[in-house]
């Protein structure tokens, strides 16, 4: 049996300000979009139908590009379902990490899915296709050619530059067999290698193999999945690219979004004139100046758009309703509200992706064991282990009565006179008192950690194998360890406990 336990996101102290405030519906400064609740969907699906969507060329593109790959019927029906009017689509984005990068990206394809089954049980008389847009034109080689396996770091070793979706798969064959010499040979590991290889080895570049892994993964649920790399899709964005490009036409209103974001809240991205990288051959080259309208309209797929660019593009060619992303990803889209105004572009629901912390249940037990819940280890390992001292020691360890007695024998002091500069020292001497007590303190927990050195040494190995390199496993573990350790039914109970709409962090313990 799996346990399952929901904490709201603030006590994991892992999320910003801003995403606790969209949460909690804090809409004070007037900046958000309407809430992710399921009855605002109705009202984002009236705004939705009146803006005009290419459904056929839309179609058309996904048919294409999905042509040479393992579509699931599912699949297929959902991408011929976008010719109806009824149809919408809720879409998540992401980079081609390799063998699918940290566990997040699957979280974010599970909580597209999930809201998606969810709408089309509150409205039925419509449809919901989930659909992953893959990010195809970055061209960030080294925060997408490694995964994290079991605590080790495997890195594809690759010279290629430009867009990461166009480069070949030269090299990879060494890390399959490294995978395979982690993993073994029962038939679970069978399994994931046989995927592995039917995806990277045999696909031309690494867009075609991130297709195929995800459409093996995922297309039983629906879905559907889009290249933004495309000729036919990017003419339809010619007019934007021209208005950025060659008027810098969204520098003002994306400026002024940022401005009233950051009254209150950090920014995620620097705000730019131009928002267009030129795509050539092994290149990918911010646009600064010197471009001719000939060009876009001769070339349009050669212009990349930045990160702010790409949500209107995508929110240009798809009918769609709800981005699903993490922290960031709302952050920076909340930098574009004005822009999705003046070009009269529905701007969609932003819907946080699911987080999960994995737990087996033998590190649950220690933790119980400990003394802890499992809420406690979000807190830093310094903080876990001082309450375990305090709390276990035989002796009171704090000092606080202390500390508030002296503050009441200088306070009684200082009321004895009326001179400033013998109140002064008065208080100078409280300050210099109170720092011997604070390290007095220090001295007596390091010597009752040295009486638990064991129990300390497993609050230590437990804070690094749930949070390696002090961050959400999330953000660092690949799937692949996962997938190994418990089969198709990680992604399935994945998928069971799952809530895009829940505020709520995740914590399973397997």
Same mark, same amino acid.
């Given at each position: ?24 519906g ?13 009855q ?15 459904r056929?060329?839309l179609?058309? $593109?996904?048919?294409s590009?999905?042509q ?14 976008l ?13 081609l990490c ?45 925060e997408?050619?490694?995964i ?15 867009? $990461? ?10 890390? $399959? ?27 031309k570049n ?33 007019p ?53 309208e ?7 797929h050669?212009?990349?758009?930045n990160v ?50 994995i $737990? ?29 001292i ?8 704090? #000092? ?14 200082k ?21 011997s007590?604070? @390290?007095?303190?220090?001295?007596? #927990?390091r010597?009752?950690k040295?009486?638990? @050195? ?16 002090k ?14 350790k ?6 399935e ?5 799952f809530?895009p709409?829940?505020?709520n962090?995740?914590?399973l313990?397997?």
């Open positions: 049996m799996i346990d399952f336990q929901n904490i709201p996101y603030s006590d994991t102290n892992s999320f910003s300000e801003f995403i606790l405030d969209y949460l909690n804090d809409s004070k400064e007037n900046i958000y979009c309407k809430s992710p609740k399921i605002e969907f109705e009202k984002q699906i009236f705004e939705k139908s009146d803006h005009y969507i290419d056929k060329l179609v058309d $593109v996904l048919y590009q999905n040479n790959f393992n579509l699931s019927k599912k699949s297929s029906d959902n991408i011929q379902s010719n109806q009017e009824s149809s919408f689509t809720v879409t998540t984005g992401h980079q390799l063998f699918t990068g940290p566990l997040y990206f699957i979280y974010k394809i599970i909580s597209t899915i999930n809201l998606c089954e969810q709408l089309n049980y509150k409205y039925n008389s419509k449809k919901f296709v989930p659909v992953y847009w893959m990010a195809s034109e970055d061209h960030d080689f080294n997408i050619n490694h994290n396996l079991f605590g080790k770091k495997i890195i594809w070793d690759s010279k290629q530059n430009g867009a $990461v979706g166009k480069m070949n798969l030269d090299g990879l064959e060494k890390l $399959v067999l490294e995978i395979k010499s982690v993993l073994g040979d029962d038939d679970r590991s069978l399994k994931l290698i046989n995927l592995i290889q039917s995806s990277y080895l045999n696909s690494l867009a075609d193999a991130t297709r195929s892994f995800v459409l093996d993964l995922f297309g039983k649920f629906g879905l559907v999945v889009i290249d933004g790399d495309s000729l036919d899709l990017k003419k339809r964005f010619i934007l690219i021209k208005k950025d490009v060659l008027q810098k036409g969204f520098f003002d209103a994306i400026k002024k979004s940022t401005a009233d974001f950051t009254r209150k809240y950090k920014q995620q991205a620097f705000v730019r004139d131009i928002n267009f990288f030129k795509l050539s051959k092994n290149k990918r080259e911010r646009i600064t100046e010197g471009i001719l000939r060009e876009i309209d001769i070339s349009p050669k212009f990349s758009p702010f660019l790409r949500p209107l593009y995508q929110e240009l060619i798809l009918p769609n309703i709800a981005y699903v992303g993490g922290g960031a990803e709302l952050t920076y889209w909340m930098q574009l509200k004005l822009a999705f105004i003046q070009e009269k572009i529905p701007f969609p629901i932003l819907v946080l992706r699911n987080s999960a912390l $737990v087996t249940k033998k590190q649950s037990q220690k933790i119980h064991r400990l003394g802890f819940d499992m809420r406690d280890f979000f807190q830093s390992e310094e903080a876990i282990k001082k309450r375990f305090i709390s276990n020691s035989k002796k009171k360890l704090s #000092v606080d009565n202390e500390i508030k007695n002296l503050n009441l024998i200088y306070k009684n002091l009321d004895k006179t009326d001179d400033e500069s013998m109140r002064s020292s008065i208080n100078s001497l409280l300050h210099k008192h109170i720092i007590i604070e @390290e007095l303190h220090k001295k007596l #927990v010597f009752e040295k009486q638990n @050195e064991t129990s300390l040494g497993q609050i230590t190995n437990l804070k690094k194998s749930l949070f390696p390199d961050i959400l496993q999330e953000r660092h573990n690949n799937f692949i360890e996962y997938y190994f418990y089969g198709d039914n990680f992604i109970t994945l998928k069971e406990k809530d709409l829940n505020p962090f995740v914590i313990t397997f």
